[in-house]
């Protein structure tokens, strides 16, 4: 592709050289840089990209895209300075894979909880009902039916692009992703045309990256702000900050809620640990899911589907078939009768909801036995946070280690400890070992009794100084059940 062909849309403050020149590919990082591709310069959190221009240009970099030039230009190669590199990037990625978002039904869904489940349930949804479809989640990207290992909730601009080039290459006609306040914050989205935007919730979560909760709001509100006037917001208006995030956007506006008039309303009729009887927008519908929060996120799925153009009966058929995502609220049962959850829920609000959906559907005899830890080199307001919400519902709490990364795991369970009050110590243990912490729960647990084991859900690692090893919570609480 020409050069001045992946300029449509980019704002350039100053061109210097040959725009006609044959572009074999885009790279961000120099490492990667090939005879002939284009580099992008990124400043970014750790490294800037200005500091690997010349690296750039002696592996073959024919153009670079930057926001400062270098003092020396070399000669046979074009730069371009532009306000935003990030920015740049996602446009020419875009123009580089010949549009694909604008050749799908983009549908994008950003919020602290909810995001994985709802697209995941949306795209099997639209196999469902016989659509080709594509998926990016935490869990993995799929295209059709095949998966692909994912390595972030949002991936880079390159990787977005060539991921829903393929998915047109494919066949698909829509595509489901979820958008991390990172990923609009770092631009990862520009250049993407999403024909319905969602948003779920908004809670406590990654103030290590952005700092005030003032700013995660902004940044998860930049997504509206960027719409199209052709595109549909959707907003979940029980959220306190649900319309704040509809107040400049050009696109049409619809809400969906469990509390209040909307266009799409929902509210629980009986819920029990096999499922949950609703009645969305007047029909009754038995969904095999659980929890309050569960009942947002199906909403959220009949609402996009409905907006996408899909009749609201078949649509409600659907609900009554779809089956919880792996590593969320997924209940295991042992042979003497006890119950295990596993849970992705690693934010205060998150786990809160799982552990009320429980304490709701008990009797209160039986034991509710919390295991849960938090995430290394991560914000750590939240920890005491996380361990005072698991003693408030939980007749035993066992503080362990979550991925603590680069962290020593002692001292995140010594921040977490902090929020434990002294009525709750005499119930609560820790166990820095999480396979012994599971076991624990396993040998406490009495027939009937609960244990939430939350944090990780469908990771199928523990990361520590830097490496991944195998541990999957689900394949311990089966061991520890003797179901495996």
């Known amino acids: 592709m020409i050069l001045k062909n992946l300029l449509n849309e980019v704002v350039t403050l100053n061109v210097d050289g ?98 994985t ?55 698909c006609e829509y595509c489901f992703m979820e958008v991390s306040s990172h990923a609009i914050d770092q631009q990862r989205i520009a250049g993407l045309d999403f024909d319905v935007a969602m948003f779920s919730n908004i809670t406590h979560d990654h103030l290590d990256y952005h700092q005030t909760f003032s700013a995660y709001i902004h940044a998860k509100k930049r997504f509206f702000d960027q719409l199209k006037p052709e595109a549909v917001a959707l907003t979940n208006i029980d959220d306190k900050n649900g319309m704040v995030m509809l107040q400049n956007t050009k696109a049409s506006k619809r809400t969906y809620s469990l509390q209040t008039l909307a266009d799409f309303k929902a509210k629980i009729i009986e819920a029990h640990f096999d499922g949950t009887l609703m009645n969305i927008n007047g029909n009754e519908v038995w969904t095999h899911f659980v929890g309050r929060f569960n009942a947002y996120n199906l909403l959220a799925v009949y609402a996009a589907a409905v907006l996408l153009g899909f009749n609201a009966d078949d649509v409600l058929v659907q609900l009554s078939v779809l089956k919880p995502v792996s590593g969320r609220f997924e209940i295991i049962r042992s042979t003497l009768g006890a119950y295990a959850v ?26 509710l036995i919390c295991v849960v830890g938090a995430g ?104 520890a059940f003797g179901i495996i």
């Open 18 to 115: 040959n725009l006609e020149v044959e572009v074999k590919g885009l790279a961000f990082d120099s490492r990667k840089v090939e005879k002939g591709f284009v580099f992008f310069a990124i400043s970014g959190t750790h490294t800037d990209g200005h500091q690997f221009i010349d690296k750039a240009i002696n592996l073959g970099a024919c153009a670079v895209v930057c926001q400062q030039l270098p003092a020396q230009l070399a000669a046979n190669v074009s730069y371009l300075l532009v306000p935003d590199t990030a920015q740049a990037l996602g446009i020419m990625a875009a123009n580089f894979y010949e549009n694909p978002s604008r050749k799908l039904k983009l549908v994008g869904i950003t919020g602290t909880n909810g995001k």
């Open 342 to 367: 596993v849970d992705y829920a690693h934010t205060p609000d998150a786990l809160e909801n799982v552990l009320t959906a429980i304490d709701n559907m008990r009797t209160k005899n039986e034991q």
């Open 117 to 171: 489940t709802t697209v995941s349930l949306l795209h099997r949804m639209m196999l469902n009902l016989g659509h080709k479809a594509g998926l990016i989640s935490t869990i993995n990207y799929q295209i059709n039916d095949q998966v692909y290992n994912s390595t972030h909730t949002t991936p880079d601009q390159l990787q977005l692009n060539k991921l829903m080039h393929q998915m047109v290459e494919a066949g």
């Open 376 to 479: 290394g080199d991560r914000d750590k307001t939240k920890r005491p946070k996380m361990a005072a919400i698991a003693c408030r519902f939980s007749s035993k709490v066992i503080l362990t280690s979550d991925n603590p990364r680069t962290e020593n795991p002692a001292d995140i369970l010594a921040d977490m400890e902090a929020g434990v009050d002294a009525l709750s110590r005499k119930n609560t243990l820790v166990i820095e070992n999480r396979r012994e912490a599971i076991k624990t729960a396993a040998l406490l647990a009495q027939p009937g009794d609960i244990i939430l084991i939350a944090g990780k859900g469908h990771e199928d690692y523990q990361e520590i100084n830097g490496v991944k090893h195998h541990f999957d919570d689900r394949e311990e609480i089966k061991k």
